[in-house]
C-alpha cells in the first residue's frame, strides 16, 4: 500500500501536495491529519469525498510498503505515524520547500527546493508529464499554491511558482472557489484579537527595522490566529511582527516578515518550531518559558541577523558634492548637467543649509532670477538618515516626504547622500558588473 501524508495543523499547500500526490500517483492514498486549520477543514466537510483521502486512524499500518511525505521533513510533525518510524524496508519520499535543515526523516527519494509553495513543486512533475486536471483538482493545488505564496507576493515566491500558477488557470482553476477559503470570514472572535493587538503594539527599531511584538493573553480558543497576524503585520506597518499568544497550557509564537533580511523560519528554529522567511511559528508548553522571555531572544537573534544586512552606508554616494548659499541657480543647473546629478547640498562650513534640485529651477519665471543666490530657492528643511539605518528605511522615508535625496549624518558630520538612484539600484541591482 502507497500512502501520502503532510504535517499536522494542516494548511492549503500541504493538504493540495496531498492531493497533487495521490493525482500523480493513482495507487497512492491520501492520509490527511485529523487536526487541519480551519479553512482547510471548511474546505473537506464540503470536498472530502471528491479526493483519494483518509484518517491516520484509518490507515492499515502492516500493509503500507511506501510513504510519501509533502510540507514537512520531520517526524514529530505527522499524524499518528510513529509506526512507520521504525520500519527499514519502507520506501520514503519526500517532497518539500522548508530548507532550515532540522528534518529527520530520512528519503530515499528526495525533492526539496527553495520554491514559494510545496506543490509546486508537484505541479511542474505534472507538467513534465503533459498531464491535463479536471477543474476542481486544479482549484484546490490553486489554492495551496496562493495561500503559502500570499497570492504570488510573499519574497520566498518564485517563477516556477508563477508557472504553476499558469498551468493549474490553464486547467480551469476557479478563482472564484479559490478566493472564498483563501479569504475566511472574520468572526468576532478574530475582531477581537486584532483591536486587542492594535492597543498594545510594542515596536522597536532593530538594525534599521521597525519590529513589532505583541504579547496576547488568550481567553478562549481563537482560529485562524496566523492570518489575523498576517493581516495586522502591514497596518502595523512593520518590517516585521512577532504575536505571542497565552493560553493555560501554551505560548504560541507567530512571526510574520515584509523583508528578506529578516527570516521567520530561522527564528523560530530557536523554539522548535519552522517555517519559511516570511511566515513561521512555534509553540512552547506554559511554564516552561515566559513570554518576556521570548521577546527577548527573538530581540537578540535579530541584532544577529544584522552583518548580513546591507545599511544606507553600502548604498549611499560620497563624498557629496556642496555648493554655497551664494552661488547662482545659473551655477547651479550648469553643476548638475556637468555631474549628472538631479540634488546638490547647500553648506556653510560644516552646516547643511538646503538643498538645491531640478525641481527648483523650474520654478524660475523670470530671466534674472537665474543670477539669483541659491538661498532664495533652496529647501531648507532637510530630512537626514544615519549610515546604519537600512535601503528600506531610505525608501520609506523618501516615499512618506516625496523627496529624493537623504544627507547620512554620522556624529553632526555629513558623510555622504543617498538618492533615489541609490535606493532604485539597491532594490533592482542594476550596479554594472
Ligand atoms: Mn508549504
Redesign the pocket.
Given at each position: 500500500m502507497l500512502i501520502a501524508t503532510t504535517h499536522k495543523n494542516t494548511?492549503f499547500?500541504?493538504l493540495a501536495s496531498v492531493i497533487a500526490v495521490t493525482i500523480l500517483y493513482p495507487e497512492c492514498t491520501g492520509v490527511i491529519p485529523k487536526m487541519t486549520n480551519k479553512n482547510v477543514g471548511q474546505f473537506l466537510s464540503t470536498h472530502k469525498n471528491a479526493f483519494n483521502l483518509i484518517l491516520p486512524n484509518e490507515v492499515k499500518f502492516d500493509e503500507v510498503s511506501k510513504l510519501i511525505v509533502v510540507?514537512t521533513d520531520q517526524w514529530h510533525r505527522l499524524d499518528r505515524m510513529e509506526k512507520l518510524r521504525q520500519r527499514e524496508d519502507l520506501t520514503i519520499y519526500l517532497w518539500d520547500?522548508h530548507m532550515a535543515g532540522r528534518g529527520d526523516i530520512k528519503a530515499d527519494r528526495l525533492c526539496k527546493e527553495r520554491i514559494g509553495?510545496?506543490v509546486s513543486l508537484l505541479v511542474r512533475e505534472m507538467r513534465k508529464r503533459k498531464m491535463s486536471l479536471n477543474a476542481l483538482d486544479s482549484t484546490v493545488l490553486l489554492i495551496g499554491l496562493y495561500e503559502?505564496t500570499g497570492h504570488l507576493t510573499y519574497p520566498s515566491t518564485t517563477s516556477e511558482d508563477a508557472r504553476a500558477a499558469a498551468y493549474l488557470l490553464d486547467n480551469e482553476a476557479d478563482l472564484n472557489v479559490a478566493g472564498f477559503f483563501l479569504n475566511p470570514p472574520y468572526e468576532e472572535t478574530q475582531k477581537d484579537i486584532l483591536f486587542e493587538m492594535m492597543k498594545k503594539t510594542e515596536k522597536t527599531t532593530i538594525n534599521g527595522q521597525a519590529i513589532g511584538f505583541n504579547i496576547i493573553h488568550l481567553t478562549q480558543k481563537v482560529t485562524n490566529l496566523a492570518t489575523i497576524v498576517s493581516m495586522y503585520r502591514k497596518i502595523a506597518n512593520v518590517a516585521a511582527l512577532f504575536a505571542i499568544f497565552i493560553d493555560d497550557k501554551r505560548l504560541t509564537i507567530i512571526g510574520r516578515s515584509g523583508i528578506e533580511q529578516i527570516n521567520i523560519g530561522q527564528i523560530m528554529a530557536m523554539f522548535g518550531g519552522g517555517g519559511h522567511a516570511g511566515a513561521g511559528s512555534a509553540t512552547v508548553k506554559n511554564g516552561k518559558t515566559t513570554a518576556a522571555d521570548i521577546k527577548e531572544k527573538i530581540t537578540c537573534a535579530l541584532a544577529q541577523q544584522k552583518s548580513e544586512s546591507p545599511v544606507v552606508a553600502d548604498i549611499m554616494s560620497f563624498p557629496v558634492f556642496t555648493i554655497s548659499p551664494e552661488t547662482t541657480m545659473r551655477q547651479a543647473q550648469n553643476l548638475m548637467i556637468e555631474k549628472n546629478i538631479r540634488g546638490i547640498m547647500v553648506t556653510c562650513g560644516d552646516a547643511i543649509e538646503g538643498i538645491i534640485v531640478g525641481w527648483d529651477l523650474k520654478k524660475l519665471k523670470k530671466k534674472n532670477q537665474w543670477e539669483s543666490p541659491v538661498k532664495a530657492f533652496m529647501s531648507r528643511d532637510i530630512i537626514t538618515i544615519s549610515p546604519t539605518d537600512s535601503p528600506t528605511t531610505a525608501a520609506r522615508i523618501m516615499i512618506e516626504n516625496d523627496v529624493g535625496h537623504l544627507p547620512v549624518i554620522q556624529d553632526k558630520v555629513m558623510i555622504g547622500i543617498v538618492t533615489r538612484t541609490d535606493v532604485l539600484t539597491y532594490y533592482y541591482d542594476l550596479l554594472p558588473g
Amino acid at each position: 500500500m502507497l500512502i501520502a501524508t503532510t504535517h499536522k495543523n494542516t494548511d492549503f499547500d500541504a493538504l493540495a501536495s496531498v492531493i497533487a500526490v495521490t493525482i500523480l500517483y493513482p495507487e497512492c492514498t491520501g492520509v490527511i491529519p485529523k487536526m487541519t486549520n480551519k479553512n482547510v477543514g471548511q474546505f473537506l466537510s464540503t470536498h472530502k469525498n471528491a479526493f483519494n483521502l483518509i484518517l491516520p486512524n484509518e490507515v492499515k499500518f502492516d500493509e503500507v510498503s511506501k510513504l510519501i511525505v509533502v510540507d514537512t521533513d520531520q517526524w514529530h510533525r505527522l499524524d499518528r505515524m510513529e509506526k512507520l518510524r521504525q520500519r527499514e524496508d519502507l520506501t520514503i519520499y519526500l517532497w518539500d520547500h522548508h530548507m532550515a535543515g532540522r528534518g529527520d526523516i530520512k528519503a530515499d527519494r528526495l525533492c526539496k527546493e527553495r520554491i514559494g509553495a510545496t506543490v509546486s513543486l508537484l505541479v511542474r512533475e505534472m507538467r513534465k508529464r503533459k498531464m491535463s486536471l479536471n477543474a476542481l483538482d486544479s482549484t484546490v493545488l490553486l489554492i495551496g499554491l496562493y495561500e503559502d505564496t500570499g497570492h504570488l507576493t510573499y519574497p520566498s515566491t518564485t517563477s516556477e511558482d508563477a508557472r504553476a500558477a499558469a498551468y493549474l488557470l490553464d486547467n480551469e482553476a476557479d478563482l472564484n472557489v479559490a478566493g472564498f477559503f483563501l479569504n475566511p470570514p472574520y468572526e468576532e472572535t478574530q475582531k477581537d484579537i486584532l483591536f486587542e493587538m492594535m492597543k498594545k503594539t510594542e515596536k522597536t527599531t532593530i538594525n534599521g527595522q521597525a519590529i513589532g511584538f505583541n504579547i496576547i493573553h488568550l481567553t478562549q480558543k481563537v482560529t485562524n490566529l496566523a492570518t489575523i497576524v498576517s493581516m495586522y503585520r502591514k497596518i502595523a506597518n512593520v518590517a516585521a511582527l512577532f504575536a505571542i499568544f497565552i493560553d493555560d497550557k501554551r505560548l504560541t509564537i507567530i512571526g510574520r516578515s515584509g523583508i528578506e533580511q529578516i527570516n521567520i523560519g530561522q527564528i523560530m528554529a530557536m523554539f522548535g518550531g519552522g517555517g519559511h522567511a516570511g511566515a513561521g511559528s512555534a509553540t512552547v508548553k506554559n511554564g516552561k518559558t515566559t513570554a518576556a522571555d521570548i521577546k527577548e531572544k527573538i530581540t537578540c537573534a535579530l541584532a544577529q541577523q544584522k552583518s548580513e544586512s546591507p545599511v544606507v552606508a553600502d548604498i549611499m554616494s560620497f563624498p557629496v558634492f556642496t555648493i554655497s548659499p551664494e552661488t547662482t541657480m545659473r551655477q547651479a543647473q550648469n553643476l548638475m548637467i556637468e555631474k549628472n546629478i538631479r540634488g546638490i547640498m547647500v553648506t556653510c562650513g560644516d552646516a547643511i543649509e538646503g538643498i538645491i534640485v531640478g525641481w527648483d529651477l523650474k520654478k524660475l519665471k523670470k530671466k534674472n532670477q537665474w543670477e539669483s543666490p541659491v538661498k532664495a530657492f533652496m529647501s531648507r528643511d532637510i530630512i537626514t538618515i544615519s549610515p546604519t539605518d537600512s535601503p528600506t528605511t531610505a525608501a520609506r522615508i523618501m516615499i512618506e516626504n516625496d523627496v529624493g535625496h537623504l544627507p547620512v549624518i554620522q556624529d553632526k558630520v555629513m558623510i555622504g547622500i543617498v538618492t533615489r538612484t541609490d535606493v532604485l539600484t539597491y532594490y533592482y541591482d542594476l550596479l554594472p558588473g
